[in-house]
């Protein structure tokens, strides 16, 4: 499905940074350089029970030899992060992919940065912290989190004094993002990670912000999980002009599940790049998990790219 | 580029005449000029690719990943919107086996520039991030085979395109019409009302008829109500630009059928600049014309020697757009007839083109303008480059 390289890298350091939060250190086993990334970035990381996982680096990007993820234990995990806490040992090997991103921190130098984090969604965003320092950019971070023994790399944080604004619930409530966000402020991104509640709010609050302000970076649906879960939940593809249903495996893609039951859609690239399978959708609402539509297209779920997206419904009934 | 030789069917002695230094002996282009084929394909490279051309407005490509391919004289180009609001123009052809990325005229909001060929996908920056199935090709490395860029500029929230890589720099193209839009500051206004018209004449008589009000008494009543076409004077020009002005009548505040605006003073004119109407033709193909309370644009593309697509487009300052119950008809009617009378008129010129017994015409002193532009299109005939054009001052005793 993908034509990021393999990499087989060892666990060469694990600490719990945070109640139920673990940071892994990877290098490879000769310790030479790993191919390098951006602000935003994530690994995909095979686990040994065939789940497949998306944690965002966070990591200094200029620390050519090693990466860092930190994961949360999931109150209801469904495995990754369990596996994650309590079987991965420094010296483990761990096969991974990439590194991608799907978040980039994409900002004129003119512009401000806004920055909001709820709980494990500090990750992606606090190499984009150091991106923005060093290169002068305005920004500020609110980050949210349970208590503060909960939340991650707040000593870090503090060095930069008053940009960062730290809110535990426990002692301040939610981040109060009506007076955050409630008037768009002029050449300002707004960069945000963390549960799909605070994900929800924000983008609610950004409608009346400039068309391209927010840059967010979502989780699973309605988990905690810093997983993307990519290829979690199983769902009904009913191919509308072909008369045939059938159900998507989990690691399956629609693709592949059509293609069992006779249904033959061309594809080329198979990684939600190249848009060769883009597909009309009649009912049922897209989990878009490609490179290639536009925020439009997107919202509006009238196609989907079948090679690599899924579903947030049940049931997707696609003009096939 | 550089030719002794004026493309044919024009002759060295017929352009001559046009450039004659005393405007009283000097004589109109020939008709071969607006008629022939071999003239717009020779335009198109030598006068439309080699000019900073007008192909839209900012507001086009406005959010990122928006698309939009748009002709230039013979090129298609693609222009793309990229994450950090960066503007991209490119050759509209893949690096593969050069199918369209988009069909001219088309838009598309995509996070990257697909191939719909064989599914090759760029980024918006241009660089190609996948050619799908062709990567196991030894010595095939991505970094070879971006798309190649186009030059372009956006000024006051207008797209230009110079497509043939060696135009002068934007800002010496235009000069001080920078200095001189300025206060208007057309950057973020937004689009009241837009019209399109498809004329059956030629570019150029479109752009004559823009640069005199000779013809103002005789077939614009609605406008000398709101200002009096003696009133014209010439504005000094640095760059590719030919403008004038006409006041306004002491009872009008603005180009509309009572002389009343149904909008707002623009903030950042002054008194006296409230009491002119300023219009500019910037080569080759904007006209552009500030009022106390809006902005007008005519954006010229020809599609044959007699037939011209024009967009007329009004543009308000965005807190007057935004008003609930702003309608931008007092401006859109007054220059849709307006503008009627003008497409007649040079549609009618074609017609007598057309006749085996046009012959070139002698220029009014109110007309030096057309003078000025025909001497640029003359000069460029022989030449094969753009020269800035004469000062002129449309019959009025001094320059402003």
């Known amino acids: ?320 | 580029m550089n030719t002794s030789l004026p493309p044919a069917p024009l002759t060295k002695s017929e352009l001559d005449i046009v450039l004659e230094e005393r405007l009283s002996d000097a004589r109109t282009l020939p008709a071969d000029a607006y008629l022939s084929q071999e003239i717009l394909d020779w335009e198109r490279k030598n006068l439309l690719e080699a000019a900073w051309v007008c192909v839209g407005r900012s507001s086009d490509v406005a959010k990122a990943g928006d698309q939009k391919a748009v002709r230039v004289g013979t090129q298609g180009v693609l222009l793309t919107r990229d994450e950090s609001g960066d503007l991209h123009a490119f050759y509209n052809a893949c690096r593969h086996r050069g199918h369209e990325l988009l069909a001219v005229g088309q838009c598309a909001n995509k996070k990257l520039v697909q191939c719909p060929y064989h599914a090759w996908v760029f980024g918006l920056n241009g660089e190609l991030r996948s050619a799908t199935q062709f990567m196991d090709t030894e010595n095939f490395n991505k970094e070879e085979w971006p798309l190649i860029e186009v030059r372009s500029v956006e000024w006051f929230g207008w797209i230009f395109i110079n497509a043939s890589g060696d135009a002068p720099e934007f800002s010496e193209w235009v000069g001080n019409l920078t200095e001189v839009v300025a206060p208007w500051d057309p950057t973020d206004m937004v689009i009241g009302e837009s019209h399109s018209y498809t004329l059956k004449t030629n570019w150029k008589t479109v752009i004559e008829n823009y640069l005199e009000c000779y013809h103002c008494p005789s077939i614009h009543p609605e406008l000398c109500r709101v200002a009096p076409p003696e009133s014209a004077m010439g504005l000094h020009q640095t760059g590719m630009w030919l403008g004038g002005g006409l006041e306004f009548r002491d009872d009008a505040d603005t180009n509309s059928l009572d002389g009343r605006s149904g909008g707002d003073r623009i903030a950042g004119i002054s008194d006296e600049q409230a009491r002119w109407t300023l219009y500019f033709m910037l080569a080759p193909n904007l006209l552009l014309t500030l009022q106390p309370d809006y902005v007008m644009t005519h954006r010229l593309v020809p599609l044959s020697p007699g037939e011209t697509w024009v967009e007329c487009t009004w543009y308000f300052p965005r807190e007057v757009a935004e008003r609930p119950g702003f309608d931008p008809s007092f401006a859109a009617d007054f220059w849709d007839i307006t503008n009627k009378q003008d497409f007649a008129a040079c549609e009618s010129v074609y017609q007598g083109m057309l006749t085996d017994g046009y012959r070139p015409g002698p220029f009014d002193e109110r007309e030096d303008g057309v003078r000025a532009f025909q001497a640029q299109l003359a000069t460029a005939y022989l030449t094969g480059r753009w020269e800035k054009p004469l000062q002129i001052s449309l019959g009025a005793s001094h320059v402003v």
């Open chain 1, 1 to 320: 499905m993908s034509s990021d390289p393999e990499l087989t890298l060892e666990i060469t350091g694990a600490a719990l940074v945070a109640d139920g939060v673990r940071s892994l250190r990877l290098a490879r086993g000769d310790r030479a350089a790993l191919p390098g990334w951006e602000p935003g970035a994530h690994l995909e990381f095979d686990l040994p029970n065939g789940q497949i996982r998306h944690y965002s680096l966070c990591n200094e990007t200029t620390d050519a030899n090693s990466y860092e993820v930190a994961v949360l234990l999931a109150p209801e995990s469904r495995g990754g992060s369990e596996y994650i806490h309590n079987d991965l040992q420094v010296g483990d090997l761990v096969t991974v992919r990439g590194p991608r991103n799907n978040f980039p921190f994409a900002i004129g130098s003119r512009e401000r940065a806004l920055f909001i984090a709820g709980g494990i969604g500090i990750t992606p965003i606090l190499p984009m912290i150091r991106r923005a320092h060093a290169e002068g950019i305005e920004w500020s971070l609110v980050y949210g989190g349970r208590s503060r023994e909960s939340m991650a790399y707040l000593e870090q944080l503090q060095h930069f004094g008053s940009r960062v604004q730290i809110v535990p619930q426990d002692e301040l409530g939610h981040i109060d993002l009506q007076t955050l966000l409630g008037v768009p402020q002029p050449d300002t991104k707004v960069f945000c990670c963390g549960p799909s509640g605070l994900l929800d709010a924000v983008q609610q609050l950004c409608r009346t912000w400039p068309d391209g302000t927010l840059h967010l970076e979502r989780f699973a649906a309605g988990s905690l999980d810093a997983s993307v879960q990519a290829d979690a939940g199983t769902f009904t593809v009913v191919a509308e002009r072909s008369g045939v249903t059938c159900e998507v495996g989990v690691g399956e893609s629609i693709t592949d599940a059509l293609g069992r039951a006779g249904i033959i859609v061309p594809t080329s690239c198979r990684e939600g790049i190249c848009g060769t399978c883009e597909t009309k959708v009649i009912a049922g609402i897209p989990d878009h998990r490609d490179f290639l539509l536009g925020d439009a297209d997107r919202e509006s779920g009238a196609t989907m790219l079948i090679c690599v997206s899924r579903a947030k419904t049940p049931e997707l009934i696609l003009d096939v």
